[in-house]
């Protein structure tokens, strides 16, 4: 039994399919912000006071584009 082609078939599976694509992009993301807090938090804590300084997001331009940077502790006798 063939069943005919009708374009109006094919649209819940492609709603279902990017809303599931942009859940999963939502997820990633979420989780990478909340890991990202979680260990600027965790600098602070430990590295607190006038003796260092955090930066956090740094993209510093190169020759052929840019690059980013996500934590940086900065002290007077170490740069880590």
Request: glycine share 4%.
């Amino acid at each position: 039994m063939d069943v005919p082609f009708e374009e109006d078939n094919y649209h819940p599976i492609a709603y279902l399919l990017a809303i599931s694509f942009r859940f999963v992009i939502y997820l990633a993301t979420s989780l990478q912000n909340h890991g990202e807090a979680f260990v600027s938090q965790e600098l602070q804590a430990n590295f607190d006071g006038d003796d260092y300084n955090l930066l956090n997001h740094v993209t510093l331009k190169l020759m052929d584009g840019t690059t980013h940077i996500d934590h940086i502790v900065a002290s007077c006798s170490v740069l880590s």
